[in-house]
């Protein structure tokens, strides 16, 4: 069965904060790991990782992917209120996402 | 401005009734989704559908749900006699050849 495991579940940072956000997976037929911002209603595209060792990066986000060890990490720098959402890590099955339960992450000014 | 619309926003519908989930994509894109996620849960597959058929399906997906893209721009979720169980959030995806996944603004279902 597919796997994705998110960690921590939730986390409780402050402004300026950096937080790295984990995922870790077992998924069979992997093709791309795709990482989301979930605010109020649907989920927003942040980062799609194809290859390892590779480092995607947009403003304060960036990302990397290790196929060798299956995971990925998400890194937040100089966080603000505006980052608090749910991260959601989504390998890609197939042609399908299988989703991770999320990261909770919360900035407090 | 969104990729992919869906209708409505909010749907609130007695258990038993059959509600329909609309979906438009505005790209050309072949290969759609839905995805649901229940309050305080992960987002989950349900079918995706490709050149007009379904590719795969989920288990949650069973007879109770159908799909189709009836005038080739709409893509509709069909739930028959909807459970109290059914209530979520309804999303629908599209993709390019499986590749970076968009998603619509949801339709939150509430089955009462």
């Known amino acids: 069965e597919d796997k994705v495991v998110q960690s921590p579940l939730s986390l409780v940072v402050h402004e300026g904060d950096t937080v790295t956000l984990n995922c870790s997976y077992e998924v069979t037929n992997f093709r791309s790991l795709l990482w989301y911002k979930q605010e109020k209603k649907a989920p927003t595209f942040l980062f799609m990782l194809t290859s390892s060792g590779i480092e995607k990066k947009s403003g304060r986000l960036s990302s990397i992917l290790d196929k060798k060890e299956l995971f990925s990490i998400l890194n937040i720098t100089a966080t603000q209120t505006g980052d608090s959402a749910i991260y959601l890590c989504a390998p890609i099955y197939g042609n399908k996402l299988v989703f991770g339960a999320g990261t909770i992450l919360r900035v407090k000014s | 401005e969104p990729e992919v619309t869906q209708t409505p926003s909010h749907q609130v519908t007695q258990m038993g009734q059959e509600v329909i989930l609309r979906c438009v994509p505005i790209s050309n894109h072949l290969y759609f989704y839905w995805y649901r996620q229940i309050l305080g849960q992960k987002v989950e597959f349900l079918v995706s559908?490709?050149?007009?058929?379904?590719?795969?399906k989920s288990e949650i997906f069973d007879d109770q749900f159908s799909v189709e893209r009836p005038d080739g721009s709409n893509f509709t979720l069909k739930i028959r006699s909807t459970k109290l169980e059914d209530s979520a959030m309804y999303f629908c995806a599209r993709s390019n050849q499986g590749y970076g996944y968009t998603f619509g603004s949801g339709t939150r279902l509430t089955v009462v």
């Open positions: 559908f490709y050149n007009n058929e379904i590719s795969e």
